[in-house]
């Protein structure tokens, strides 16, 4: 359930865009570099807004402009930074999580609150993982997946040593989401809980296929590597998934800090141009110094994980979660609820604050 330390490269992937940020900065506004780096290089202390003596990040990874739902969050990642302790708790929220505040899942919270009011994106989702978790959250992060594709493309290009060759016959069509494929209105109510969703809207989905061996990608090749989650045989579990998203962001933290990158300006430039178009963020310029000495001291923290999901039965690991049957109290949508019930938090809420306070904490048991 905890320490994975592959979901460490997560931080240091939104943290290492922040940094394309602040030097791309730099570039352009030549004039401010003395006094900014004299801070950079002399200032020892960080002075962040933090919620008892931890920094905590929401890091949201959203489709772009685009996909259907442009706003929706497809990751969601809360980062609770302790510089005394060199520690970071990271909990995975599933975007299916049910939210009954929102009367819908939390993968919207930040699609609600930009359509409410620009900027009010962060606020809402900032607000609803608050809650979820029951712990305060200072800054918020959020990059679309455009941003990265073109990234990667103005990087050249990832090299990427695929595992294990695979084909995943249900990759999502950009824009083709809510596509009724020919339906009448009458057979997409029937077909919206059908068991095989590609059976049912076949014109939604391509399939993709990847060899083993070292494979060179552009960014939408990398984006597909890393999001395919139907992939038939071993590469369809989350485990695999999780692997290849290890991979692509690990080549693409390398590329940034590569020389090819850092001694080339205009590619500087480039990227922050790319990367400042396509992040939103509360974290004001003055405090991207602070940020990037969190990067140097987060080199050797111990990482905890806490993934909220169903568990697995095979190996018997417990979950928070389960999956109710589809009604109308959930929109007729599959969602995830706390195991304890519906909109009760309580139990992911100490079972995180333990965690993030102390070095060991038990799995609560559910009384029967």
Known sequence: MRKNKKLKKYIFFFLSLLLVIFVGKIVLDFVKISPFLFELIFKREIKLKTADHNVNVLLLGIGGKNHEGPNLSDTIIFASISISQNKVTLVSIPRDLWIPDLDAKINTAYSTGEDKREGGGLVLAKAVVSKILKQPVDYGVRIDFDGFVKAVDELGGLNIEVERAFDDFEYPIEGKEEDPCGHSEEELVTLATASSQLEAFPCRYMTIHFNKGLQEMDGGTSLMFARSRHAKGEEGSDFA?????????????????????????ARIINLYNIIGESIDTDIKQSEFDDFIRLVQKLKNAKIENIILDVGDRKTKRPGFLVNPLISGEYN?????????????????????????????CKFPEVSN
């Open 241 to 265: 998934r999780s692997k290849r998203q290890e991979k692509i962001i690990k080549a693409f933290k390398d590329k940034i800090f590569s020389l090819d990158t850092v001694f080339n300006p």
């Open 332 to 360: 007729y949508s599959w969602v995830l609820i706390p195991r304890i019930g519906n909109g009760n938090f309580t139990e992911i809420q100490k079972y995180t604050d333990c965690v993030i306070k102390l070095e060991s």
